[in-house]
């Protein structure tokens, strides 16, 4: 393989850092090992499963056919059906970009002691002037590599000294331990946390960007693989801390500066720090993603000029969607919402959703018209429609029992 292709692995890194470490991924997994030990591996390995069939088909859909997701879907399934998901969708991916706007403020908070909602305003400013000014080569490059510090949970992780049976056994226990509800709600936040729409989304525009062809489909996978492998592996890793640091001592998660602490007992002061710094970085690039998919579904649905890389000037309806949204999602962090509660209650809903974005997707990803000889098997349809179903069915059931059961 060409140096110029292993170099754009790095589009799969950034977008397992925005898609996996988001603040969601952090704080549900977390709140999974701290409630429950090591109970819910077996979710993240699932949900891995499924996100890295799905990255893959995305960037093998905008490889083959030339076509961005939501364009073939406006195509071949009509406006109407493009307008009501489109609506679904951007509500789910506003929230969570005000998730990770919340995530960033978050860190800041941290690390200055500044509360979080004072930094609102200013880090929704950064995140629409890089956008404003950057390009899709200088996100998918530098992101990536400032991503790389979050390494450290893996460390935290390995220095935790685990017990490996025990870890293990979560990979294969699906049965709850205590507390069913909480349980099953934890787990479906966790596959709403993991198995974003805007992550292959953003995947299948960053390859139309980058200008994939269908000699990009070997890369493709490899891409795919790493990148998603990388973002579970960190996923899991917060999980053990979590379950060595605040399980093991009774303590349960309630709110961001208690999972701060998550790397203390391992790498001392410098572990709260490598926190609050793999926080802010991972959230910054999951905020880059999420606005951009916003504009990139509007502006390709609608046949609008769009791409990171066009100037503003030459493709302002696109730029005006990511700023409205960027401005509506900083508002729930400047009213000081809170981050931890927002999120939880974002990915869940993401969860409920699944099934109306996925199942769409499947039917492009069948569609030999567009992508000829390079259609779906039947195992990749299998194993992403079972996902999705099951944590949407998990979802209906678990969110009242949490609501109302508290």
């Excluded at 991503?147 to 226990?173: D, E, K, N, Y």
């Excluded at 905020?287 to 509007?298: D, G, K």
Aim: with cysteine.
């Amino acid at each position: 393989m060409k140096p110029r292709r292993l170099f754009e692995i790095t589009l799969g890194i950034i977008t397992s850092v925005g898609g996996y470490l988001d603040v969601g991924a952090i704080a549900t997994a977390a709140e999974a090992g701290a409630s429950f030990r090591f109970a819910l591996l077996w979710v993240i390995a699932l949900g891995t499963i499924c996100v890295i069939f799905l990255v893959e088909m995305s960037g093998r859909f905008a490889a083959v056919s030339k076509h961005t997701i939501r364009a073939a879907m406006r195509e071949r399934l009509g406006a109407n059906f493009f307008v009501w998901t489109y609506v679904v969708e951007s509500i789910v991916h506003i929230l969570a970009l005000a998730s990770q706007i919340g995530g960033i403020c978050l860190a800041l908070q941290l690390v200055t002691g500044i509360p979080f909602h004072r930094w609102a305003v200013p880090v929704a400013l950064v995140v629409w002037l890089v956008l404003w000014w950057g390009t899709f080569k200088l996100i998918e490059r530098w992101i990536a590599l400032l991503g790389l510090i979050t390494i450290s949970f893996a460390v935290g992780a390995v220095r935790s000294h685990p017990p490996l049976g025990a870890v293990a056994r979560g990979f294969i226990q699906w049965a709850p331990p205590h507390d069913p509800a909480s349980y099953w709600f934890t787990a479906v936040s966790i596959l709403g946390a993991l198995v974003s729409p805007y992550l292959f989304y953003f995947y299948s525009s960053g390859a139309i960007e980058d200008r994939w062809d269908e000699t990009h489909i070997t890369s493709n996978r490899l891409i795919a693989t790493v990148g998603m492998g990388f973002g579970s592996i960190m996923a899991m890793s917060i999980l053990i801390c979590a379950a060595m640091v605040f399980h093991a001592h009774g303590v349960g998660v309630a709110e961001y500066e208690q999972i701060a602490l998550l790397l203390t007992p391992t790498l001392g002061r410098w572990g709260f720090y490598l926190f609050a710094a793999s926080l802010g970085i991972a959230c910054f690039g999951a905020c880059l993603e999420s606005a951009l998919t916003v504009a990139y579904e509007l502006a390709q649905g609608l046949g609008w000029n769009w791409g990171e890389s066009v100037a503003p000037a030459k493709a302002s309806r696109f730029a005006s969607t990511y700023t409205i949204a960027i401005a509506v999602a900083a508002i729930p962090a400047a009213l000081g919402v809170d981050p931890l509660a927002l999120t939880i209650f974002t990915m869940a809903l993401t969860a409920v959703v699944l099934p109306a974005v996925l199942i769409p997707f499947l039917t492009l990803m069948n569609d030999e018209e567009l992508l000829g000889t390079h259609v779906n098997g039947r195992w990749s349809n299998g194993v992403v429609l079972a996902v999705s179903v099951l944590a949407s069915v998990l979802a209906l059931v678990t969110i009242p029992l949490e609501l109302f059961g508290g």
